[in-house]
């Protein structure tokens, strides 16, 4: 479950359990969180608020697809080409994506000290990211499903995230109908994207109590959150979404 911290931004309860993992999803508070140059100082200080710096942030590409990259010091600053998902070991490099309706979601490997973050909209659901990132991580550095922790950030719920019939067909051949991730009420369709990817996670291996899957509506929480389907073109900019381990020499390596 997502909870405040002091009004600034959010985090997820269980990922906070953990001293070394930095992680948060900001608020409209912070600003446009999109990579424009502009927007630097917006993400500077939501970079102060975490006690990391910006400079340590690798970022998605997010080009709604599903290919997961595997992130190292020598990327701190830069977006990797392609991405709509991250993995990486490193400490002090600090995973960085940017939403307004789309379901963000962390990852964090405890026994690996291994971290990542996904941008998962409705695209790249269909192309299963989620259950790919669980995928990379495994061939990557070895990780167990049963010992990943996850958690779902701000996202539209399916109360608002109606779909046209080009899109439903898509879902219904991936999910069956009891699943829940399309429904249909008033002859309007919607499609739940958390528990499509809650889905998927557990496909993948992932124990159901390690996903922190109760999140908040970015289209029902306008005031606290950007929305694409409720601002359209007025759209006045996206939060971020991060997460990293800082270094200590007394942590488990």
């Not at 906070?16 to 999109?34: K, N, Q, V």
């Not at 993400?43 to 590409?61: G, I, T, W």
Request: glycine share 8%; with cysteine.
């Amino acid at each position: 479950m997502l909870k405040s911290n002091y009004q600034n931004f959010y985090i997820s309860t269980k990922l906070a359990e953990f001293s070394d993992l930095i992680h948060g999803f900001s608020t409209r508070e912070f600003g446009d969180m999109r990579l424009a140059t502009n927007n630097s100082h917006n993400r500077q200080h939501f970079a102060q608020e975490l006690k990391v710096c910006s400079s340590q942030f690798v970022y998605l590409d997010q080009i709604y697809d599903s290919q997961v990259g595997v992130a190292s010091l020598s990327d701190a600053g830069s977006k990797m080409q392609g991405t709509d998902g991250l993995i990486t070991g490193g400490k002090n490099l600090f995973l960085f994506g940017r939403v307004a309706d789309c379901l963000p979601i962390l990852f964090y490997d405890l026994g690996n000290q291994v971290v990542g973050l996904c941008h998962a909209g409705w695209q790249g659901t269909i192309k299963k990211i989620s259950l790919k990132m669980v995928q990379k991580l495994v061939k990557n550095f070895g990780t167990n499903p049963k010992d990943l922790i996850v958690a779902f950030g701000p996202s539209i719920g399916p109360c608002h995230y109606e779909v046209q019939d080009d899109v439903v067909s898509q879902f219904e051949k991936e999910f069956s109908k009891k699943s829940g991730v399309v429904q249909k009420r008033n002859e309007k369709t919607f499609v739940d994207l958390r528990q499509a990817n809650l889905i998927l996670l557990t496909q993948a291996g992932v124990l159901a109590v390690n996903i922190d899957s109760q999140s908040l509506c970015t289209f029902c929480h306008n005031d606290i959150f950007y929305s694409y389907r409720k601002e359209k073109e007025n759209l006045a900019g996206e939060i971020g979404a991060m997460v990293g381990l800082k270094f200590n020499p007394q942590s488990r390596q």
